[in-house]
Each structure stands twice: as structure tokens, then as C-alpha cells.
């Protein structure tokens, strides 16, 4: 493996001096006895199998560092144990500073613009009014300006337009827009008729110049065109885009936007984003809205629960998923039992220098006992009845009302009671079935059914058994051929680092909806090297690349190619048949993700608590806020390991927690866990 960097060695540097000063008694405690983290184990192998999905299911089998035990910690006890910020394209650390501060330059005047400016509209209406008619004689000569002063000020309901006799040219014409446009434009319509003008008094013109239209404020209480409330004129900012800091708190990212959507009126669709977060933590992530002012952003912010704004700025483009290049994490690691600063040091060091499998985490297949990927293999087999059945089906760890209605469909067949009892929000793919099932009134109208489950969440199901086809794939690798280099026959593409990869989640990515190229780090269309004995040494392992099953895709040329044909084989299906689908959406092309990563800027520090109700890392609203810096205490009863560190958009936590820990960590294992915790007080969902 290569030396570590400068960076690095400086990063260690700062690391090992976070560690505090343990006497023997504490370091006992700390460390905990090999039995007791054995027993724990065995008692957790011991629970009814499959009553929750594991990493075994999944294809997670492997570990880059030989030789090591693992310890029992608990992640994400409370949700403020886990942090994430987005990282830019730019590679900058997107942080939440102010909840006030916008980036607003004036933006550029248009022709259009600087010619209504030119015009010199007076601020009064009635003002305005006046010095219409002596613009309108310029062109139109003093009788003509006259007759239509004349038609506006009148009240007799039966003259309400005026047909001039001249004929103008089209830059006559455009000049007399221009006035009655912006001098009067509550008071008369202005139209050509055969080369010539017409004028229309409005309803709510008449009374005089001097009321400019009437004590109503026919012109929106006077001012400059921009405040007058005209379509397109009311928006003052250098793009259509206000752009924002979002800090959110044990909150999904939808539910938030739909928070901030209703207080300023609009709609979700008006917000676009750069990845998805996860629930269960404490993220910031950038967003944008469509022509929404910051101002009633902050207006709306004050408002939310459980997430801030701030950090506005404006521009000309939507974000969309995948505009960044990566994510800020730091994750506290609470009740460490089995490890202390000495045992795990070079563990931690080792990580730091070498990474981890890249592999995809357990939350991109469920945490129930049915997977994502199972229902995958029933909708690439075009088996809808199959996928329809495995979702609905009952299984352990549902909520109450998803349970009872799982259990009415499963042995009534009655799709509107089982719809009545099915939570939306809670069960959106279960939710559009049962519907689907209820409005057609037939239990075997399968394909129907499915069609009906929003379009991100029917990929969602083919992109996780490409998941767990790369993961078997990636252990039977690494298990067959080690981590020492890359061998002949493997696929190398030269490590990307952190770029901006569509789509993204904060502890994986998400569903950006291309056939194959989901949550890859490198697409169908880059064509890998294949490393043979001439090319092998321009290689790292860092280089190795695994294909994503599809038909565009290139196969390893050694015996990891037959592992994937012998595991589809076994669903029924092949790697060089994913291109013959019924379905389009469902041809799947492939990609192709990195086999080994490494963190960046990996840091950690030992920390000392008693009351597991302590917050033991800041928010950026707690910066802002001035909370002070949570401190380790020297004679805490328990022990937690504070972890920071990047990772690519496309890489999982999650997985680099699993090779540090060596522990299970699917939710079900980690509930269980913090549960059993000695003080355990888990902050409400």
C-alpha cells in the first residue's frame, strides 16, 4: 500500500492528541472483557433468523484488515449523533453560518429595462398621469393626446374607446406602448387596428388624472414599474434561482420542503436539491427555489420544526440530484465496549491509510426481511404478480397500522380495507398498490398495480438487485484474490476522487432514474482498461472496478465473470440477457463502482460522558447560536469515539463503520443495541 500523504500524517498528528489521558481503571472499563463482547455476540446470533435483513443477505461478507476483533459501539443512539454536510462540486464543506445573510448583486439591466428607466416615470400616479399626455404628443400631436386625456377622464359609459385616424409606423407605435404601458397602465388598453391606434378606457380608469386611477391604487400605490406588480417585473434578482442552506433535525428532506412550500404558498415542485438526506441525524444540504425571495424564505425558516435556512444567494440554474461531490460526516460512536485509544489506534490508522470495501450499505435494500433486491428479481423477471405479493406481504418490525394492513390483504384480499388502514407517507409503494388494487376492483391485475408505484420507487427495486449482485461480486473478488493490487483479467479505471456523481444520498446515493448507471461511480459509457500483464503496474487497487450488471457493460476476464453469471443464474436471470426486458425503464444498461476507497481528512478523538442525554458534537446552528463545544469529561462513566471524515456521493458510512467496528450494522442489530445500552434514552423519532 502507498505511504501516507503529508495531509494525512498531519490529520494522525491532531488525532492521537484528541485522546485523553486514561487511568488503568478506566481503560479496563473502556475496553471491556473479550467474554462479555463474545457473549454479546453470540446471544445476537442466536435471534430468530431472518427476522431482520443482515449484511450476509446482502453480500457484505468481507474486510479489507486482517486481524482484527472488532468492538461493540452504538451508532446513531441519538440522532445528534450523526452529522452530515454536503461537500460542493467545488469541493467546498457547505455549512449553515447565517440565517439572515444573502448574496444579492444587482443584476444586469436589460434594452428592455433601461428603456422603461429612459422613460422617466414619476414615482406619484397622479403625477404620471399627467406627464403621459405630454409624451403621447410628441408622437401623436397635441389633439390627438388631447382626445384621449379627454376619453379617460370622461364618465360616460357609453365612449369607452377612441380610434385614431393617422397611421403610424411600427417605432410609432412601439413609442405609444411604451407610454400608456407604463404611465397608464390602469387606465387604458392600447391596440392596432389596421395600422391604427385604438384606445380603450379600463373599467377602473375615469375620474380624473389627478387619482391615477382611483383611491383603490389602480397603480399599486404608485413607484417604479418593478413595484407595480406586473407578471415578470416584481422579481429583483441576478437569476431565477434563490439559493439556500438547509439544516435539518430528525426530519426527512420532503417533509421539510413541503413545510417551507405551504408557508410561502407554492409547491414542492418549485424546490430542487443536490442530494436526499437521511432522517435520522442532523444534515445540511444546499437547495434552490424558483423565483421565491430570501426574504419570505426567512420568513418561513422561522417557522419550521426541526430544520433552519440560511446562507442565501441567488442564480440561473435548478439544482438537480447530484450536484455535489461529496459529504462532511461526523459520527459519534457511543457505549464503545472492546477497543481504547491503544487497541484501536492502529486500526484507526490503517483506515485512514488504506480504506474500505466500497460496498453498498444496508440501507439501499430495507431493514426488513424482505429486501429491496428480492422484489427486484420478480420485476426484472416481469413476475408483477410475484412483486406485487413480496411487497404487501406480512413481515416482522412493521409499525401497527402497516402490520393490520398487510395482515387484511394478506387473508381477505380486500384492497379498500387494507387501503383504509395503510399509511401513505409511511408506506408509499404499498400505499399505490393497494389503491390501484381497489380502484379496478381485481386482485390479479398485477402489472396495473405495479405501474402505479411512483417511477423512482419501481427503479429503486431493479437498481437494489444490481446492488447486491456487485457486493457478492466484490466479496467473492476480494475473497478469491485478496487486496494486494490488481490482478490480470480485472477492469481498472483510473480512482475519480471527489467529483460530482447524480444521484446522492448522505449515507449513499439515491435513485436518479437512468437505466444501470444508479449509484455508480463511474458510468456504462466510460470503457475501463482491462489489466493485463503489460499494464498491470499503472494500476492500484484504488483503480479496480466492478460492473453493475447490464448489457452495456464490460465483464471481468477471469473467474469473477462466471461468479456473476452462477449468482443471476440462481434469480432466474443473466447478466447478458438485462437488455431483452418488455419494459424499457427496465433495461437495465449497467456502470461500474470502485472496489476499494479511502476516507479523506479522516480524523477521531476519544470522549469521556456520563448522561447519554449530552450532546457530544455541535450543529452548525449551535456555532451560529454560540453553544459551547461539547467536552470530554475525565471521569465519564462512558466512553464514545468521534469520528470525522469525506467520503465520495457515491460511498456508504455506514460501510467504513463496519470495517472499523466489525459489527452488524443493519438497523434492526443497532436498535437492538441501543436499547440494551446501560443508560439508554433514545431522542424521539
Not at 417604479?224 to 407578471?231: D, K, L, S, T, V
Not at 395503510?422 to 390501484?436: G, I, N
Not at 489489466?531 to 450488471?549: E, H, R
Request: proline letters at 5%; aromatic letters at 8%.
Amino acid at each position: 500500500m502507498s505511504s501516507p500523504s503529508p495531509q494525512d500524517q498531519a490529520s494522525a498528528k491532531r488525532s492521537r492528541a484528541a485522546s485523553p489521558e486514561v487511568t488503568d481503571k478506566q481503560q479496563q472499563q473502556a475496553a471491556g472483557s473479550a467474554e462479555d463482547v463474545a457473549a454479546k455476540r453470540a446471544r445476537n446470533e442466536e435471534e430468530p433468523p431472518h427476522q431482520f435483513l443482515r449484511e450476509t443477505d446482502v453480500g457484505i461478507t468481507q474486510f479489507v484488515t486482517a486481524g482484527w476483533g472488532g468492538f461493540d459501539a452504538i451508532i446513531k443512539h441519538r440522532f445528534s449523533d450523526f452529522f452530515v454536510n454536503e461537500i460542493d462540486p467545488a469541493g467546498n464543506v457547505v455549512r449553515l453560518t447565517s440565517y439572515y445573510d444573502a448574496v444579492d448583486p444587482t443584476p444586469p439591466v436589460t434594452e428592455a429595462q433601461q428603456a422603461i428607466a429612459d422613460l422617466n416615470v414619476p414615482a406619484d400616479a397622479g403625477q404620471a398621469f399627467d406627464a403621459a399626455f405630454g409624451r403621447l404628443a410628441e408622437i401623436l400631436g397635441a389633439d390627438d393626446a388631447a382626445r384621449i386625456r379627454q376619453l379617460l377622464e370622461s364618465t360616460d359609459e357609453s365612449q369607452t374607446s377612441l380610434l385614431l385616424d393617422q397611421e403610424l409606423d411600427k417605432g410609432q407605435r412601439r413609442g405609444v406602448y411604451a407610454i400608456t404601458n407604463n404611465f397608464l397602465p390602469t387606465q387604458v388598453r392600447c391596440d392596432t387596428i389596421d395600422g391604427k391606434l385604438a384606445f380603450v378606457r379600463r373599467s377602473s380608469a375615469g375620474g380624473g388624472g389627478g387619482g391615477g386611477g382611483g383611491a383603490n391604487g389602480a397603480r399599486g400605490g404608485g413607484g417604479a414599474p418593478e413595484q407595480r406588480g406586473r407578471r415578470g417585473q416584481a422579481w429583483a434578482h441576478d437569476g431565477d434561482f434563490c439559493y439556500f442552506v438547509m439544516q435539518k433535525e430528525n426530519h426527512d428532506t420532503m417533509d421539510v420542503l413541503f413545510q417551507i412550500a405551504r408557508s410561502v404558498k407554492s409547491t414542492t415542485r418549485s424546490f430542487g436539491m443536490a442530494g436526499t438526506k437521511d432522517k435520522r441525524g442532523i444534515t445540511v444540504q444546499r437547495c434552490s427555489a424558483y423565483r421565491i425571495d430570501h426574504q419570505r424564505l426567512i420568513g418561513a425558516s422561522k417557522g419550521l420544526r426541526g430544520a433552519r435556512l440560511g446562507n442565501f444567494s441567488y442564480g440561473p440554474r435548478e439544482l438537480k440530484l447530484g450536484d455535489l461531490s461529496g459529504n462532511r460526516f461526523e459520527i459519534v460512536l457511543r457505549h464503545v465496549r472492546g477497543a481504547d485509544a491503544q487497541s484501536l489506534g492502529p486500526v484507526l490508522e490503517g483506515i485512514r491509510r488504506t480504506g474500505f470495501i466500497n460496498y453498498y450499505g444496508m440501507q439501499r435494500f430495507g431493514t426488513q426481511s424482505i429486501s429491496s433486491h428480492s422484489v427486484g428479481v420478480a420485476v426484472l423477471k416481469a413476475d408483477w404478480q410475484a412483486a406485487t405479493e413480496l411487497i404487501l406481504k406480512p413481515r416482522p418490525g412493521d409499525r401497527k397500522e402497516v402490520r393490520q394492513a398487510r395482515e387484511v390483504w394478506s387473508e381477505r384480499r380486500d384492497a379498500s380495507a387494507a387501503l383504509a388502514l395503510m399509511p401513505q407517507k409511511a408506506a408509499l409503494a404499498e400505499h399505490s398498490l393497494l389503491m390501484a388494487f381497489a380502484r379496478s376492483g381485481c386482485e390479479n391485475n398485477a402489472a396495473s398495480a405495479f405501474a402505479a408505484v411512483p417511477r423512482n420507487l419501481r427503479l429503486m427495486y431493479v437498481h437494489a438487485y444490481q446492488s447486491y449482485v456487485w457486493n457478492a461480486a466484490v466479496s467473492q473478488r476480494l475473497a478469491r484474490f485478496g487486496i494486494g493490487g490488481p490482478v490480470i483479467g480485472d477492469l481498472a479505471v483510473k480512482a475519480p476522487g471527489f467529483i460530482s456523481a447524480k444521484p446522492s444520498s448522505d449515507d449513499g446515493p439515491g435513485v436518479n432514474g437512468a437505466n444501470g448507471d444508479d449509484s455508480a461511480d463511474v458510468s456504462s459509457r466510460v470503457e475501463p482498461t482491462l489489466v493485463t500483464a503489460k499494464n498491470i503496474k499503472q494500476f492500484t487497487i484504488y483503480d479496480v472496478v466492478l460492473p453493475l450488471p447490464g448489457w452495456a457493460v464490460t465483464y471481468p476476464e477471469h473467474e469473477i465473470k462466471g461468479v456473476y453469471v452462477e449468482l443471476m443464474k440462481r434469480d432466474g436471470l443473466s447478466p447478458f440477457g438485462l437488455g431483452k426486458h418488455p419494459l424499457k425503464e427496465y433495461k437495465l444498461t449497467g456502470a461500474y463502482r470502485h472496489m476499494i476507497i479511502k476516507p479523506r481528512d479522516f480524523e477521531y478523538e476519544w470522549m469521556r460522558y456520563n448522561d447519554d442525554a449530552q450532546q457530544l458534537a455541535r450543529s452548525d446552528s449551535d456555532v451560529i447560536e454560540g453553544r459551547p463545544v461539547p467536552e470530554s469529561v475525565a471521569s465519564g462513566e462512558h466512553v464514545a469515539l468521534k469520528l470525522k471524515f469525506d467520503l465520495p456521493s457515491s460511498a456508504y458510512a455506514t460501510m467504513l463503520l463496519r470495517e472499523l467496528m466489525r459489527q452488524e450494522t443493519a438497523a434492526g442489530h443497532q436498535t437492538k443495541m441501543s436499547s440494551l445500552a446501560p443508560t439508554a434514552q433514545q431522542q424521539p423519532e
